[in-house]
């Protein structure tokens, strides 16, 4: 199937990684706020290694985290995307979207912006009859940005992610899920209907 290389939003490009996108990324992710949630702030080597994984992705499944830049404004601002995660759940094997920005673009809806489309390629070019998402439960921003993206949260599917420690403050997760039934459905109620503009 001959897929996208890049997807475009009125203001956004998700683009394939480049090597000057590496600096710029381990500046992200040695940010304690960007990292707030995750594990610990992030080495270079770690950095490094993350983006390796996501062009890894990319050819072995022909998608992943897009880079996203603003065209003529910042050329990277952080990654969005889909990918299969590396690790074992009872919601597994699934695809799942997540996304992590640059603090100094958050409050702009770009990562709404973004997640939107990376959800169009997910449901009309993969045919992906779900999309899963996951953070932890003090996460306000991203789960903002689910809920915004019509995802739902499953409260009776809340794990503790296995790549954490028992005990660990960050092991408990949220999960939230994006049905292809209930995307179409919620593109059905979003049509603007006819002769709507004359009312307004």
Known sequence: ???PVELRTQRLLLRRWRKEDRDAFAAMCGDERVMEFLPAL???AESDAAVDRAEAHFKQHGFGYWAVEIPDEAAFIGFVGLARPRFEAAFTPCIEIGWR???AHWGQGYATEAASVAVVFGFEV?????ILSFTVPMNVR????MENIGMRHAPEENFDHPLLPEGHPLRRHVLYRLTREDW???LRDDEPT????DRV
């Not at 993969?126 to 779900?130: A, R, S, V």
């Not at 991203?142 to 940005?145: K, L, M, N, Q, T």
């Not at 006819?194 to 503009?197: D, N, R």
């Open 1 to 3: 199937m001959n897929r």
């Open 42 to 44: 992030a080495t270079r």
């Open 101 to 103: 920005l640059a603090s």
């Open 126 to 130: 993969l045919n992906l009859p779900e």
């Open 142 to 145: 991203s789960r903002r940005v």
């Open 184 to 186: 179409e459905t919620q």
């Open 194 to 197: 006819e002769g709507a503009s």
